[in-house]
T-cell receptor, first 114, second 111 residues
Framework: DTEVTQTPKHLVMGMTNKKSLKCEQH?????MYWYKQKAKKPPELMFV???????INESVPSRFSPECPNSSLLNLHLHALQPEDSALYLC?????????????FGPGTRLTVT | GQQLNQSPQSMFIQEGEDVSMNCTSS?????WLWYKQDPGEGPVLLIA?????ELTSNGRLTAQFGITRKDSFLNISASIPSDVGIYFC???????????FGQGTTLQVKP
């Protein structure tokens, strides 16, 4: 089973709203990732959690706040977003061990900021 | 920073034709991954490559890890309509552990 699940599938929010994106995997992966993807562009890395600790923050604005409650769950809290933040947000996970670096992506959350 | 050059940018082919796309970099990678993405969905992993020179197949797909560790190619044989989508290569940097993605190859197949 190589499934990463994400909820919600679609989200529309105003610039003053607070919302959260959720991601879950049960593959025993110890690295989890948030990516942002604009149409017809490759995914852009936002955050990496390794063993439940934030290991990489790609200079993401503070209106995006990641959280890793346990090894299976990853959240992305959103507050005071801008219209240009509208995109497909992808979660991914991987074993992060020698010889096993494949990242498996979830289906994404399509976010629209109005 | 590290960049991947993926080509071609797009392809429009007839069903049954073979397809080839590649990625090149000025940097060395220790892992190459190939993904396919359908509209509105997340990328799906097709093939993972870990050794220079490695040639791996997955059904009608074949990918190779270049001997210089700076390139990789993906071939699709006997294309079918469901092969339509965007194909991304990704190289894993041994320095940072991050995946560096190519810009993608959009494949369209005419029945």
């Amino acid at each position: 089973d190589t499934e990463v699940t994400q909820t919600p599938k679609h989200l529309v929010m105003g610039m003053t709203n607070k919302k959260s994106l959720k991601c879950e995997q049960h593959m025993g992966h110890r690295a989890m990732y948030w990516y942002k993807q604009k149409a017809k562009k490759p995914p852009e890395l936002m955050f990496v959690y390794s063993y439940e600790k934030l290991s990489i923050n790609e200079s993401v604005p503070s209106r995006f706040s990641p959280e890793c409650p346990n090894s299976s769950l990853l959240n992305l809290h959103l507050h005071a977003l801008q219209p240009e933040d509208s995109a497909l947000y992808l979660c991914a996970s991987s074993y992060q061990r020698e010889g096993s670096y494949e990242q498996y992506f979830g289906p994404g959350t399509r976010l629209t900021v109005t | 920073g590290q960049q991947l050059n993926q080509s071609p940018q797009s392809m429009f082919i007839q069903e049954g034709e073979d397809v080839s796309m590649n990625c090149t970099s000025s940097s060395i990678f220790n892992t190459w991954l190939w993904y396919k993405q359908d509209p509105g969905e997340g990328p799906v992993l097709l093939i993972a490559l870990y050794k220079a020179g490695e040639l791996t197949s997955n059904g009608r797909l074949t990918a190779q890890f270049g001997i210089t560790r700076k390139d990789s190619f993906l071939n699709i044989s006997a294309s079918i309509p469901s092969d339509v989508g965007i194909y991304f290569c990704a190289g894993r940097s041994s320095n940072t552990g991050k995946l560096i993605f190519g810009q993608g190859t959009t494949l369209q197949v005419k029945p």
